[in-house]
């Protein structure tokens, strides 16, 4: 008889780093991270078995997808490996295609749990459902029946990696609805439990390691801790503390990996730093995302970037430490706003302002197109409609994305949605470099990870 719950629904945010980006790779700074409102949800069922039967089998669907199945077998390795997977294929005939998030967060939370109860490890089937934005819809996406809207979890008709993404950070949503949804539905509300500082930190640790080893590298983490604890403002962990374990099934994988996930090795604490009362989004505002139809290759910029800064550390240094300060005070006014309940918005114009141009010092200077001419204009003109406060290039910048404040009104968005339209005519006859802007249909949440009603989930289990 399985002890846990038979089915359990975890849901993650995704994430727009507003200012920061670069900058929050080094310990020394910190990022302006939002949670958004389009989450990727997962779905933990047990799969019953005739008594009698052995079966060890946890068997991941992402319906939305085409061939986007993958079926594991698991095991207790010797030497205290942990828990090895092998990926089974769903027919003889079928080529394995691999999903290394999902194989990394499965790997990790199944011998995290094992090292507090294997017995606990059941057959399961994990079903991953993402809201629409997090890929770029094709226009002739189908419908709900009965409705000229499509479906809550659209299905997008291509394999995964024919889906553009909007670049809302997906992989790291997944990973940390996934590996909580695990935790939730095998551990006993004693060992762990989402309601607690300790069992967010737990998750924290865990899915950072995890997204960290399916990444082949260490970013920031801020896409990860935004997932897990909403809008914050973020200090990143010192990377050497995911630098110490071998890996999955190695010997000595289980006691490793719990040392770290528990944060019992005084060595290597973790320092990561969450404030959540630092930032807000005031009554009155709303963030809106923009998909540029274009894209930039993050871990590229991220290594010219400090290359340059390394080579110049002087100049880098003036301007890190002066966007810092802008950063902190964009932050501050933001709470402000919301404490004072102001609506006069030219101070946090003027802090965007100033914060943009030190942005295109360090794009001009490293040659790394952060906020590229084609997004400067792109930029000033959003901030020239009326109710639109300002905008910056989110994340690593680039042409992927715009991220702006705007007055929280139906007309100013509005306004913004006829710009962008005529905007695309124009664009097209005068050949400038960012395509296609489509005003996504997210905006800034404060929560983070939570645990979902069961009962909204069925039609799509
Ligand atoms: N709906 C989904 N179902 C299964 N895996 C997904 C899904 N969405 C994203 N992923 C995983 O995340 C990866 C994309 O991660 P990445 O390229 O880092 O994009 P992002 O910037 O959105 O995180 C995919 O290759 C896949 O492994
Ligand atoms: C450069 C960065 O500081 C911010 C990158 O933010 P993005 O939101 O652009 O990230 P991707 O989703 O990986 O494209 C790198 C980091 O902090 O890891």
Same mark, same amino acid.
């Given at each position: 008889?399985?002890?846990?719950?038979?089915? /359990?629904?975890?849901?993650?945010?995704?994430?727009?780093?507003?200012?920061?980006?670069?900058?929050? %790779?080094?310990?020394?700074?910190? $990022?302006?991270?939002?949670?958004?409102?389009?989450?990727?949800?997962?779905?933990?069922?047990?799969?019953?078995?005739?008594?009698?039967? /052995?079966?060890?089998?946890?068997?991941?669907?992402?319906?939305?997808?085409?061939?986007?199945?993958?079926?594991?077998?698991?095991? =207790?390795?010797?030497?205290?490996?942990?828990?090895?997977?092998?990926?089974?294929?769903?027919?003889?005939?079928?080529?394995?295609?691999?999903?290394?998030?999902?194989?990394?967060?499965?790997?990790?939370?199944?011998?995290?749990?094992?090292?507090?109860? @294997?017995?606990?490890?059941? @057959?399961?089937?994990?079903?991953? %459902?993402?809201?629409?934005?997090?890929?770029?819809? @094709?226009?002739?996406?189908?419908? &709900?029946?009965?409705?000229?809207?499509?479906?809550?979890?659209?299905?997008? #008709?291509?394999?995964?990696?024919?889906?553009?993404?909007?670049?809302?950070?997906?992989?790291?949503?997944?990973?940390?609805?996934?590996?909580?949804?695990?935790?939730?539905?095998?551990?006993?509300?004693?060992?762990?439990?989402?309601?607690?500082?300790?069992?967010?930190?737990?998750?924290?640790?865990?899915?950072?390691?995890?997204?960290?080893?399916?990444?082949?590298?260490? $970013?920031? +983490?801020?896409?990860?801790?935004?997932?897990?604890? +909403?809008?914050?403002?973020? !200090?990143?962990?010192?990377?050497?503390?995911?630098?110490?374990?071998?890996?999955?099934?190695?010997?000595?994988?289980?006691? =490793?990996?719990?040392? %770290?996930?528990?944060? /019992?090795?005084?060595?290597?604490?973790?320092?990561?730093?969450?404030?959540?009362? &630092?930032?807000?989004?005031?009554?009155?505002?709303?963030?809106?995302?923009?998909?540029?139809?274009? +894209?930039?290759?993050?871990?590229?910029?991220?290594?010219?970037?400090?290359?340059?800064?390394?080579?110049?550390?002087?100049?880098?240094?003036?301007?890190?430490?002066?966007?810092?300060?802008?950063?902190?005070?964009?932050?501050?006014?933001?709470?402000?706003?919301?404490?004072?309940?102001?609506?006069?918005?030219?101070?946090? !114009?003027?802090?965007?302002?100033? &914060?943009?141009?030190?942005?295109?010092?360090?794009? *001009?200077?490293?040659?790394?197109?952060?906020?590229?001419?084609?997004?400067?204009?792109?930029?000033?003109?959003?901030?020239?409609?009326? #109710?639109?406060?300002?905008?910056?290039?989110? $994340?690593?910048?680039?042409?992927?994305?715009?991220?702006?404040?705007?007055?929280? !009104?139906?007309?100013?968005?509005?306004?913004?949605?006829?710009?962008?339209?005529?905007?695309?005519?124009?664009?097209?006859?005068?050949?400038?470099?960012? +395509?296609?802007?489509?005003?996504?249909?997210?905006?800034?949440?404060?929560? $983070?990870?939570?645990?979902?009603?069961?009962?909204?989930?069925? *039609?799509?289990?």
């Amino acid at each position: 008889m399985a002890l846990s719950p038979t089915r /359990t629904v975890v849901s993650s945010p995704g994430k727009v780093l507003l200012c920061g980006g670069f900058l929050v %790779l080094d310990r020394a700074y910190t $990022g302006l991270t939002f949670g958004i409102d389009a989450r990727i949800h997962v779905v933990v069922n047990d799969i019953p078995t005739a008594p009698g039967v /052995t079966l060890s089998e946890i068997i991941v669907k992402s319906p939305q997808f085409r061939d986007a199945v993958w079926e594991y077998s698991y095991r =207790q390795t010797e030497e205290d490996g942990g828990i090895h997977l092998t990926q089974l294929r769903a027919a003889a005939s079928q080529r394995i295609s691999r999903n290394l998030f999902v194989e990394a967060a499965l790997g990790y939370v199944l011998t995290y749990v094992s090292t507090i109860q @294997p017995a606990r490890i059941q @057959p399961a089937s994990v079903t991953i %459902l993402a809201d629409n934005d997090y890929y770029s819809a @094709p226009s002739d996406i189908p419908c &709900a029946a009965g409705s000229s809207n499509p479906p809550k979890f659209a299905d997008f #008709g291509t394999p995964l990696n024919k889906t553009n993404k909007t670049g809302l950070g997906s992989s790291a949503a997944l990973v940390t609805a996934f590996t909580a949804a695990l935790l939730v539905h095998y551990l006993p509300i004693e060992e762990f439990s989402l309601s607690n500082d300790q069992g967010k930190s737990i998750l924290h640790n865990l899915a950072q390691a995890a997204h960290c080893a399916a990444q082949g590298k260490v $970013g920031s +983490g801020f896409d990860v801790a935004s997932a897990v604890y +909403g809008s914050c403002l973020y !200090r990143r962990f010192s990377p050497s503390i995911l630098q110490h374990h071998g890996e999955p099934a190695s010997p000595g994988f289980a006691k =490793q990996l719990k040392t %770290l996930v528990e944060d /019992t090795d005084p060595k290597y604490k973790w320092d990561t730093e969450i404030i959540k009362s &630092a930032v807000t989004v005031p009554k009155g505002i709303r963030l809106v995302m923009c998909d540029v139809d274009c +894209g930039s290759e993050t871990p590229g910029m991220v290594k010219k970037v400090l290359a340059w800064r390394s080579a110049n550390y002087e100049d880098a240094e003036r301007i890190w430490k002066q966007l810092q300060k802008h950063n902190e005070e964009l932050a501050a006014e933001l709470v402000r706003l919301g404490q004072d309940q102001d609506d006069n918005y030219s101070a946090l !114009r003027e802090i965007i302002f100033k &914060a943009r141009a030190l942005i295109r010092e360090m794009s *001009q200077k490293s040659d790394v197109p952060i906020e590229p001419p084609a997004q400067t204009k792109l930029l000033d003109d959003c901030s020239n409609v009326p #109710g639109v406060i300002g905008g910056v290039v989110p $994340g690593a910048g680039g042409f992927d994305a715009i991220a702006l404040l705007i007055e929280d !009104r139906a007309e100013v968005l509005s306004g913004l949605r006829d710009y962008l339209q005529d905007r695309q005519a124009d664009s097209s006859s005068s050949g400038q470099q960012v +395509g296609k802007v489509n005003i996504l249909g997210v905006r800034e949440e404060m929560e $983070g990870v939570r645990i979902e009603d069961v009962s909204m989930y069925a *039609q799509w289990t």
